[in-house]
């Protein structure tokens, strides 16, 4: 039976489900009824949020093993990438092997080999040079395994090299027929049927294998699907002609499983009260003053300040843990408040209550021929969910241009700020109750991920989601969400150098674009520099980045410009020009036109922002016209991509999609609109 290998994304872990659950009921088994082992929902609960975290924030990844003809999942590997502990010298970060899990029926055709290569294979491209294994060994043949692997059942040399004892090939024939038994741990047997309604809910089984998907996005990188094959090339013309686009899109095709049909789920009991609640304190915020709010708003921000120690407390809690588990450090620092990060929240809320209130505003209207007056005039969504990553900031920012705008809001933080969150939320809630608004107009759901599945199913509790965060979390929000989502897109963003670029300008805003901080949406990811002015440029861009700790990674012109000043280039691989680093990395590419940069831009850009540097005000002109983007910058920084910088007060997100709001989302775009139609008797004939 012919499998493949792949990497798993967050949609795909319903179907790691069977499999891990089986797994522990095998670690009950082995272990007896003297261990702790939680039953098989909560230990699941838990481990998917893990997933997900690890998936979105790239701590880890997972690699599928899938029948190639039913795309059924007959095993997978979880690899986590973990930070050094006090006892071992093994650099920076060191690799983990979590789980590794394979159906018995599979057994014997080397499935688990092959996905330990996998991960051998990642932490190699990764340059991280030990791994651990966390499984447990639930019997011989699976002890055997990890010794060909390189490890020892002895404790201290659980530890191994990554490069050390190369993993046999898998057998191609029967294995146990050669004399090389390929065996796999733990030895499971799960359902080979899935039912929808066992699986968790909001999430349909996709296609197993989905190359158009490239499966090679590095963990730790929020890679943009590439519309055609990955490449800057020198003459300026497409890399990939029709053929090959062609030729991806029937791959995909042909390996996609038939979706099963949405089974109806149950939404969780406190989704369904806090949406019923949330619901009756929105018609309060939808005729609540200014005033009102203002008061409010202003008082949340006070509680804010005084109750800083608290806030710190709780945030440290979650910093430990995060650093812990070997999250990214770019993911760190979006976690990490201080004293100063606090009262920066706090006057983020003073400024929204400076601002107009949408509510009410009349957008247009006029006096038809009969008499009759007719306006269109701004109203509240109703209910928001907000479903983002470990980002205490939002969790204020939300509240705050929620209740401006007269909508109550469900907040769904990830875990990794939970204790952030909760101390946040208690805070603004008793304060909102103080200034006589009804405290549940801000909720917070820091349950399993069943709550977040069920927030994205509570049609006519919750009127609009806005997820925030990265790709993954957005594109599992926008695939499963039965609600509307307005989509906050990850920013894959570009700074092209023209040959009219006034040098001098153009190095300190590209410096400012990447360096400045480089773990935001709005930071470059890409710097494209046209041939002309490509050698003067980038010998003094390319030492300037990398003094600021920036790894470079370019096409060939672009490695040749670093040799040239002594800086290391690596040679991008194809994932390189369509990933959201979320940290001090660039991808630097040689272009020979305004044009080929169009095209390169086209290709890889998430519309989020594209900026280009020139002296030309046609070549400027048919930047601004032709790049399909929320936000076009001419001759600066695109970290001005920003409602704040923009004058709008704090923002909810970023939107990338075209309906209903684009660019930073403030106020009005939090609202909706109603027609109000006055007459005096007339009737229509």
């Not at 921000?301 to 809690?317: F, H, K, P």
């Not at 983002?388 to 700020?417: F, H, Q, W």
């Not at 499963?480 to 153009?506: C, F, M, Q, W």
Request: net charge negative; glycine share 8%; charged share 25%.
């Amino acid at each position: 039976m012919p499998y493949e290998i792949s990497r798993a994304h967050i949609p795909d872990l319903p179907r790691v489900k069977p499999l891990w659950k089986a797994m522990l009921a095998r670690y009950a088994e082995v272990a007896g009824a003297d261990w702790p082992i939680r039953d098989a929902r909560s230990a699941w609960a838990r481990r998917h949020e893990e997933y997900m975290m690890w998936l979105n924030d790239g701590a880890g990844v997972l690699f599928l093993a899938t029948d190639s003809d039913t795309s059924e999942v007959t095993g997978y590997a979880a690899l986590h990438f973990c930070t050094s502990g006090s006892a071992f010298d093994t650099g920076e970060r060191f690799g983990e092997l979590e789980s590794l899990a394979v159906v018995e029926e599979m057994r014997g055709r080397g499935i688990g080999s092959r996905l330990l290569k996998a991960c051998r294979t990642e932490l190699e491209r990764r340059e991280i040079s030990y791994w651990a294994v966390e499984s447990l060994a639930a019997d011989d043949e699976a002890t055997r395994l990890y010794e060909r692997a390189g490890f020892s059942p002895f404790m201290l040399r659980m530890i191994q090299r990554v490069g050390a004892d190369p993993i046999p090939e898998a057998p191609t024939g029967d294995a146990t027929a050669a004399g090389n038994p390929a065996l796999t741990a733990p030895l499971l047997r799960p359902t080979r049927t899935l039912d929808v309604a066992s699986l968790d809910p909001g999430v349909v089984d996709g296609p197993a294998v989905d190359s158009a998907r490239g499966g090679s996005a590095a963990p730790a990188r929020d890679g943009a699907r590439p519309k055609a094959d990955p490449a800057v090339p020198s003459d300026g013309s497409d890399a990939a002609g029709p053929a090959t686009q062609g030729a991806a899109t029937a791959t995909a095709t042909a390996g996609a499983a038939v979706p099963t049909r949405r089974a109806e789920v149950p939404l969780a009991p406190r989704v369904r009260k806090v949406g019923e609640m949330a619901r009756a304190a929105s018609r309060v915020l939808a005729q609540a003053t200014r005033s009102a709010k203002d008061a409010a708003l202003l008082a949340m921000a006070d509680a804010l300040v005084d109750g800083t120690e608290r806030i710190l407390m709780a945030n440290w809690q979650d910093v430990q843990r995060s650093r812990a588990s070997g999250a990214p450090e770019g993911i760190v620092d979006r976690l990490t408040l201080d004293a100063s990060r606090v009262a920066a929240m706090a006057d983020a809320l003073r400024q929204v209550a400076t601002l107009p209130d949408p509510v009410g505003e009349v957008v247009r209207g006029n006096r038809l021929a009969d008499g009759k007056t007719l306006r269109q005039v701004r109203v509240p969504f109703g209910v928001v969910g907000m479903i983002y990553e470990a980002r205490p900031n939002v969790t204020a920012d939300a509240a705050a241009l929620c209740l401006k705008s007269g909508n109550a809001v469900i907040l769904r933080g990830g875990s990794a700020a939970a204790d952030s969150n909760r101390a946040l939320v208690a805070i603004l809630t008793d304060a909102l109750a103080a200034s006589g608004l009804p405290s549940d107009a801000i909720a917070l759901l820091d349950g399993d991920h069943e709550e977040a599945a069920s927030l994205m199913r509570a049609r006519g509790l919750v009127d609009v989601i806005i997820p925030r965060g990265g790709a993954e979390l957005i594109r599992t929000v926008v695939e499963t969400s039965t609600v509307p989502v307005i989509e906050t897109g990850s920013g894959n963003v570009h700074v092209y150098v023209d040959a009219a670029a006034d040098l001098r300008k153009a190095l300190d805003i590209a410096l400012n674009a990447k360096t400045q901080r480089p773990s935001v949406c709005n930071a470059a990811e890409t710097l494209l520099v046209h041939v002309d002015v490509a050698a003067t440029f980038l010998a003094d861009a390319l030492p300037r980045l990398a003094q600021a700790g920036v790894r470079l990674h370019g096409d060939e012109r672009a490695v040749a410009a670093g040799l040239a000043v002594n800086v290391e280039v690596d040679a991008a691989t194809p994932q390189d020009w369509a990933t959201e680093y979320h940290g001090l990395e660039l991808a630097v590419g040689v272009v020979d036109s305004l044009d080929h940069a169009l095209r390169h831009v086209a290709r890889y850009s998430t519309g989020h922002t594209e900026a280009i540097l020139t002296e030309d005000l046609a070549t400027a002109r048919r930047w601004t016209s032709e790049v399909d983007a929320a936000v076009v910058v001419v001759n600066a920084s695109t970290r001005f991509t920003d409602g704040a910088e923009f004058g709008f007060g704090a923002e909810i997100g970023i939107s990338t999609q075209k309906l209903h709001a684009r660019g930073p989302m403030a106020l009005p775009e939090l609202t909706s609109t109603k027609w109000i139609l006055e007459g005096d008797g007339q009737i229509r004939v």
